[in-house]
């Protein structure tokens, strides 16, 4: 089954796998940056305090990404109808992705 623009695979609560992605791509270059600026350095601030507080070396901020992903994917498991969890997976593996593959 299709539509003029999209088939129904991807379709999470009537939410197709483009408007997942235009929602993360969202959050994470305005509503996010806006609160908490660049995501590196977020995230950078976030791996520093979890290596402190795991007396460990800081956690690099691409490995922060992907473990912000992986509590939502826990979540998506609780609750696969919730699409938060979808739209900020998606923007948490995309800055990750983004942040590792700088030249």
Do not use: C
Not at 30 to 52: F, L, M, P, V
Not at 54 to 65: K, S
């Amino acid at each position: 089954m299709t539509n003029e623009h999209h088939t129904t695979v991807g379709i999470v609560n009537n939410m197709q796998i483009d408007d997942i992605l235009a929602n993360a791509s969202v959050l994470i270059n305005g509503e996010r940056q806006e609160s908490y600026g660049e995501i590196e350095n977020s995230w950078q601030r976030i791996g520093i305090i979890w290596g402190a507080l795991l007396d460990i070396e800081p956690i690099e901020p691409h490995l922060v990404g992907i473990m912000l992903a992986g509590m939502k994917l826990s979540r998506v498991v609780t609750d696969p109808t919730h699409e938060d969890n979808f739209i900020d997976g998606a923007a948490y593996i995309a800055g990750a992705g983004a942040i590792a593959t700088e030249a």
